[in-house]
């Protein structure tokens, strides 16, 4: 691990910036798939359709160009 106190100040920030952004991501990664199962239940419980979720992650896995698939 790298030696914090031999960096400069505008190297500490840029390391601290580094982290800050490794520590978005990876809590992004933790909490996105339950937001998604919250937006589904939501959905479901608005009459909206399963199959059309389905679809629109399958659309994430392979580009598309319908960028904003409709849900309803």
Same mark, same amino acid.
């Given at each position: 691990?790298?030696?914090? +106190?031999?960096?400069?100040?505008?190297q500490?920030?840029?390391?601290?910036?580094?982290?800050?952004?490794?520590?978005?991501?990876?809590? !992004?990664?933790?909490?996105?798939?339950?937001?998604? !199962?919250?937006?589904?239940?939501?959905?479901?419980?608005?009459?909206?359709?399963?199959? !059309?979720?389905?679809?629109?992650?399958?659309?994430?896995e +392979?580009?598309?160009?319908?960028?904003?698939? +409709?849900?309803?």
């Amino acid at each position: 691990m790298q030696d914090l +106190t031999q960096l400069t100040d505008p190297q500490l920030e840029e390391h601290r910036v580094a982290l800050l952004a490794e520590l978005d991501r990876r809590n !992004k990664l933790h909490d996105i798939p339950n937001d998604i !199962k919250r937006l589904a239940q939501d959905f479901a419980q608005l009459g909206g359709d399963n199959a !059309k979720l389905v679809t629109a992650v399958q659309d994430l896995e +392979t580009p598309s160009s319908n960028e904003n698939p +409709t849900l309803e």
